[in-house]
């Protein structure tokens, strides 16, 4: 099987997949409340050499077990990728190394293995919820690397992932793809942010189309605004003005600068105001906290 078939197949199973478990296509997809609607027991612990495993039925589950050193974004891929395995019916599948082409050789993917990471993509990035990023960031196509990032940030996906999915809906020719696979996060982070971004931290852009939206973060992470003029109204206390790096000056309070850093402190959600010079009502958002998930799922927060 080859990648274009795997894609064909993953996407129709994705759509069913939806509608089964009643996701919403139109934005952020809920991997984990799918796992819990599909009867699929969900665990995470860390492993050192482990992506994550599927447990088919006959095998004591159905179950999916997660790497808890992963990132977010990494384990929600993971999590999307065992769901696939489930929904076509495969196997147990173990994802025995973290660098799959020293795995499987050359780098070549199983049948199995394809369908499963295929769609993962249809499943985290479905066609309307990739127009709704793209309206969002005030696009009707991405027109720059940045533009990926961005709806990777809203989508709770990878950066590379995303570039390579907006190929897959033709939203970006081939040469596109490959000169913005070239292109670092880390290089985008730092122009979005005016300054590098401390380690695996993330860059949310925030500006007018943002209104009424919910921010998905995790600790380290910037909150950025990306209007001239425009300062936090209000920021929930568990966010803070990010380090000074050397050579920077210092942003001052919080709520009175355009940038913010998520702290560990921060559970839940929380609401934030911005004020922005011209515009006549505050603009409001929520910030969520998505943090990497650990033991049973049953304890996950919502």
Not at 92 to 120: I, M, Q
Not at 236 to 263: F, I, K
Not at 274 to 290: K, S, W
Request: glycine residues 8%.
């Amino acid at each position: 099987m080859n990648w274009d078939v795997a894609h064909k197949v993953a996407a129709m199973e994705a759509v069913k997949a939806h509608r089964d478990l009643a996701i919403d296509r139109n934005g952020y997809v809920d991997v984990y409340g799918a796992l819990q609607r599909a009867d699929v027991v969900g665990m995470a612990r860390p492993m050192p050499r482990l992506f994550g495993v599927y447990a088919a039925p006959r095998d004591n589950g159905p179950a999916v077990l997660l790497n808890a050193n992963l990132d977010i974004v990494a384990q929600r891929h993971t999590a999307a990728h065992e769901l696939g395995h489930h929904r076509a019916g495969h196997g147990t599948a173990l994802d025995e190394e973290l660098d799959r082409a020293r795995t499987w050789g050359d780098g070549s993917w199983p049948d199995e293995e394809k369908v499963a990471e295929a769609f993962a993509a249809w499943f985290l990035m479905p066609p309307p919820a990739v127009q709704t990023a793209l309206a969002q960031i005030g696009v009707r196509r991405p027109l720059v690397p940045e533009h990926a990032y961005r709806i990777a940030r809203i989508l709770g996906t990878s950066y590379a992932g995303t570039v390579n999915h907006l190929h897959r809906l033709r939203l970006l020719s081939r040469v596109q793809k490959t000169e913005w696979l070239r292109v670092k996060p880390a290089s985008i982070k730092a122009d979005l942010a005016g300054g590098p971004a401390p380690g695996k931290a993330h860059v949310h852009l925030i500006t007018t189309s943002a209104h009424g939206s919910t921010v998905r973060v995790d600790a380290s992470d910037l909150v950025v605004l990306g209007n001239t003029g425009a300062k936090f109204e209000s920021l929930p206390s568990a966010l803070q003005v990010p380090e000074e790096a050397p050579g920077q000056l210092s942003l001052g309070d919080a709520s009175a600068s355009g940038s913010a850093e998520v702290t560990d402190s921060f559970i839940g959600t929380a609401s934030a105001t911005v004020y922005i010079p011209g515009v006549a009502e505050l603009l409001a958002f929520t910030l969520e906290r998505q943090a990497p998930r650990v033991g049973v799922q049953s304890l996950w927060p919502a």
